[in-house]
C-alpha cells in the first residue's frame, strides 16, 4: 500500500512539474520526469510498482540518459565542485584590482593614484562620511558588494558564510584603493546591501540557466546570467559549465519546492514637478516584479527562499535609468497560526529601498524625491486569509525594521557631489494585496521610513575644511518619509493585463540649525503587464 501510495504521489509531481514548465515539456523525457520524483522521494520510480497501481507502464530511470540515482537539478550532481574559499578570496582581490586599474588607466581618476604612502595614510587617518553621489554611495556600492559576496556563493560558501566576503572586499577598497579617506558610508552599504542584492541576483541566475540548451538559445541564456550575476558567469567560464552540454543535473532552480512568479511591465510615467498637476514630465518606463518562493512553506526556511524584488527603469536622458529598486528577503520565519480562517508567518527580513529622481524638465531646480534604505533588518509578519466570493486572495505583510544606513534629499546641504543627509534610524511598512480571480488584482503599500542624521557640520568653517575630510552625515535633524501606492492590475488573459498605479511621496524634515521643511509629490504611471510565469 505505501509503494502504491509513494508511487502515485510520484507520478502526480512529474505532472505538476510538467505543467509549471511547459515550455520544456516536450525536451523532457520520462526518465527525466521519473528522476523529479526520485529528487523529492529520495528514490526511483519502478515499471512494478506503476502496475501495482494499475498505472501505465512509465520508463524506467536508465533510459533517457539518466542513470539510477541521478536528477534533473545541478544541486544533486555529487561531482559539484565543493566550497572553495580561498578562490572566492581570490576573486574578490580580483575584483578591486580591476575594477582598480580601470579607474586608474583607463579613466585616468585621481583618487586610484594609490601609493603606499596613500595606504599608510589612510589605515592612520580612520573612516570619515563622504560625499560622492546619491547613486554612487547609496545603490553603485551595495552593486559592489554583490559581486564580493557572489564570489564566495559561486564558489560554494552558503549565504552566512558569503557575508564576511562583502566585508572584507569593502575594507579593502576603502582602506587601500583609494587616494580619498576611507568612507564608514561605504562600508556599510557595501556590506550589508551588497549581502542583499547579491543573494537576490544569484538566485534569479539560477533561473536562467539550463545545461540543456545548444546554439544560439544557449549563449542567450548565459548571457543574460552574465548580466544578472557576472561573478557566477566568471565561474562557470572558468569550470567549462559556460558550455559544457548536460543530460541530467542540467536545472539549477526548482520551480515545485521555490514557485516563482515573474512579472513585467512598461508604460508612460509621469513624474509630477513640486505636486503640479499639470507642470511635470512623462517618459517610457519598464517595471520587472518578481516573488522567488512561499513564504508559508516550512520545508523552505534558509536565507531568502523567500523574496520579492522590484526593479524600475527610466527610459529618459533627464531622469535616472534606475528610479526604484525594492528588495524584501527572508532571513527566517516561523509560522504563528495556521488555521481555515488565516494563515500567519513571523520573521526576519531584510530590506533593500532606493528611490531616485532629478529635477522635472523645464520646471523648478526641486529634485522630487530621494530615499534610500541601504542597510536594513527587522521583523515582519505575514498574514494569508481564505477566498471570500470572488476575492480569490487576500493578504496583508507588516514589517518593522531598523536602519543602519538611509538617505533622504537635503533643503541645505550641498558638498561636492552631495545633497542628500545619511544616517540611521527606523521604517515601517504595510502593504495589502488582494486578488479577484480572472478579473485582476488591487494592491496598496504604506512606506514609513525616519531618518536621524546624529554628526552634522556645526562648528567648521565650510570655505577652509578640506570637503573630503568634512566627516559629517548631512545636515544634523532627522527626516519623516512616507511613500503611499495604490495599484490596479485588470487581466484581459491569462498572460496580459493593463496595469494603472501612482505613488505620493511626503516628505517632512527636522533641521537643528535651519528652518524645517515640508514637501511632496507624485508620479502616476499607466502600462501594458506580461506574467512571464
Not at 341 to 362: I, W
Not at 446 to 474: F, M
Amino acid at each position: 500500500m505505501i509503494k502504491q501510495y509513494l508511487s502515485v504521489i510520484a507520478l502526480l509531481v512529474c505532472a505538476a512539474v510538467s505543467a509549471e514548465e511547459q515550455s520544456h515539456a516536450d525536451s523532457l523525457t520520462a526518465a527525466q520526469r521519473d528522476s523529479i520524483a526520485a529528487h523529492y522521494l529520495g528514490r526511483v520510480v519502478s515499471e512494478g510498482e506503476a502496475e501495482e497501481c494499475n498505472l501505465p507502464p512509465v520508463m524506467t530511470v536508465g533510459q533517457g540518459g539518466l542513470t539510477p540515482g541521478e536528477t534533473i537539478y545541478a544541486f544533486d550532481n555529487p561531482e559539484r565542485r565543493g566550497k572553495q574559499p580561498w578562490m572566492a578570496a581570490a576573486e574578490a582581490f580580483g575584483i578591486n584590482m580591476l575594477v582598480l586599474g580601470f579607474d586608474r588607466y583607463a579613466l585616468d581618476a585621481e583618487f586610484a593614484r594609490v601609493t603606499f604612502s596613500t595606504m599608510r595614510h589612510n589605515v592612520k587617518t580612520g573612516f570619515v562620511w563622504d560625499n560622492d553621489q546619491f547613486s554612487t554611495n547609496l545603490f553603485a556600492h551595495p552593486y559592489h558588494g554583490g559581486l564580493y559576496f557572489n564570489a564566495a556563493r559561486s564558489n560554494g560558501m552558503n549565504f552566512w558564510e558569503s557575508v564576511p566576503y562583502a566585508f572584507c572586499g569593502s575594507l579593502m577598497w576603502e582602506t587601500l584603493c583609494e587616494t580619498e579617506p576611507p568612507a564608514i558610508n561605504d562600508l556599510i552599504a557595501t556590506t550589508v546591501g551588497g549581502v542583499c542584492i547579491g543573494e537576490v541576483t544569484s538566485r534569479i541566475s539560477d533561473l536562467i540557466y539550463d545545461d540543456r540548451q545548444r546554439g544560439f538559445g544557449r549563449f542567450a541564456r548565459e548571457f543574460l546570467g552574465a548580466l544578472v550575476c557576472p561573478v557566477k558567469a566568471l565561474n562557470r567560464i572558468v569550470s567549462g559549465d559556460a558550455w559544457r552540454v548536460r543530460t541530467s543535473y542540467y536545472k539549477y532552480h526548482d520551480y515545485e519546492r521555490l514557485p516563482v512568479s515573474l512579472n513585467l511591465s512598461a508604460g508612460y510615467r509621469y513624474l509630477a514637478d513640486d505636486n503640479a498637476m499639470f507642470r511635470g514630465e512623462s517618459n517610457p518606463y519598464v517595471n520587472v516584479n518578481l516573488t522567488y518562493g512561499d513564504p508559508f512553506d516550512e520545508s523552505t526556511n534558509k536565507p531568502y527562499d523567500y523574496f520579492t524584488a522590484d526593479i524600475t527603469f527610466g527610459l529618459s536622458s533627464n531622469q535616472p535609468l534606475i528610479s526604484g529598486v525594492h528588495l524584501l528577503g527572508q532571513l527566517w520565519s516561523a509560522p504563528v497560526y495556521t488555521g481555515n480562517d488565516m494563515q500567519a508567518e513571523f520573521g526576519l527580513f531584510q530590506h533593500f529601498n532606493y528611490y531616485d529622481s532629478q529635477p522635472v524638465k523645464d520646471g523648478t531646480s526641486m529634485v522630487p524625491f530621494r530615499i534610500s534604505e541601504a542597510a536594513s533588518v527587522g521583523p515582519g509578519v505575514i498574514y494569508k486569509f481564505p477566498q471570500i466570493g470572488n476575492l480569490t486572495r487576500l493578504e496583508q505583510r507588516v514589517f518593522i525594521s531598523g536602519i543602519l544606513l538611509g538617505g533622504s534629499l537635503s533643503d541645505y546641504y550641498n558638498v561636492i557631489d552631495r545633497d542628500y543627509n545619511m544616517g540611521s534610524g527606523y521604517s515601517a511598512k504595510a502593504t495589502t494585496i488582494m486578488e479577484f480571480g480572472r478579473y485582476g488584482r488591487f494592491t496598496f503599500g504604506a512606506d514609513y521610513y525616519r531618518i536621524y542624521t546624529w554628526k552634522g557640520y556645526e562648528g567648521k568653517d565650510l570655505d577652509t575644511v578640506d570637503p573630503l575630510y568634512l566627516n559629517a552625515q548631512g545636515d544634523k535633524g532627522n527626516a519623516q518619509l512616507l511613500v503611499l501606492t495604490p495599484g490596479l492590475h485588470l487581466s484581459v488573459n491569462d498572460k496580459l493585463g493593463i496595469d494603472v498605479s501612482a505613488s505620493y511621496y511626503l516628505r517632512d524634515t527636522h533641521y537643528k540649525y535651519y528652518d524645517d521643511v515640508s514637501a511632496n509629490t507624485f508620479t502616476a504611471q499607466i502600462g501594458l503587464a506580461w506574467k512571464m510565469f
